[in-house]
T-cell receptor, first 110, second 115 residues
């Protein structure tokens, strides 16, 4: 079956660095995406990794290891506005369909 | 770019009535759109894939006669919840794929409350 595992909650201090892990088990794999969602809002795209390695976009970086079926989202210089839910999502095949993980609620404290 | 809108943002209806939700891609054409539902503090569950000019593809367990999807143009998909019941109350979100990329852009969501 399909499964994407993420920690349910993470708490960190403003200015710190936090890593949100995602392990997946799917029938196919084309790439791993990360989305941010604030309460009551729409998910917004953060990153997409199709190949192994680290992709950096400003304060956010995303890593993928296909051999380990594992990826993570790294948030640096945390700000209060980063408090949100973060979802990893797998693209299983050549269609645009995504399978979403259960989400990680990040709480940034002063 | 890549803006997706949904209308309405909130709707409250009586049990047994039907509700239509619109999803529009404002600045791009989307041959494929997706409909999700999300319960509080839970993940996004894919309901169906909406393809312009053809029938929608529903995920297992989603009743196609209850959740009618129409993708009439390259910029508009609609979801109609027929004979809504309180258990249909949820946050419904659409997304659209822009061009040949792998990114889904999400609408702001519609919160449906069925009394």
């Amino acid at each position: 079956g399909q499964s994407l595992e993420q920690p349910s909650e993470v708490t960190a201090v403003e200015g710190a660095i936090v890593q949100i892990n995602c392990t997946y088990q799917t029938s196919g794999f084309y790439g791993l995406s990360w989305y941010q969602q604030h309460d009551g809002g729409a998910p917004t795209f953060l990153s997409y990794n199709a190949l192994d390695g680290l992709e950096e976009t400003g304060r956010f970086s995303s890593f993928l290891s296909r051999s380990d079926s594992y990826g993570y989202l790294l948030l640096q210089e945390l700000q209060m506005k980063d408090s949100a839910s973060y979802f990893c999502a797998v693209k299983e095949d050549s269609s645009y369909k995504l399978i979403f993980g259960s989400g990680t609620r990040l709480l940034v404290r002063p | 770019g890549a803006v997706v809108s949904q209308h309405p943002s909130r709707v409250i209806c009586k049990s047994g009535t039907s509700v239509k939700i619109e999803c529009r891609s404002l600045d791009f054409q989307a041959t494929t759109m997706f409909w999700y539902r999300q319960f509080p503090k839970q993940s996004l569950m894919l309901m169906a894939t909406s393809n312009e000019g053809s029938k929608a593809t529903y995920e297992q367990g989603v009743e196609k006669d209850k959740f009618l999807i129409n993708h009439a143009s390259l910029t508009l998909s609609t979801l109609t919840v027929t004979s809504a019941h309180p258990e249909d109350s949820s946050f419904y979100i659409c997304s659209a794929v822009a061009g040949a990329g792998d990114t889904q852009y999400f609408g702001p969501g519609t919160r449906l409350t069925v009394l």
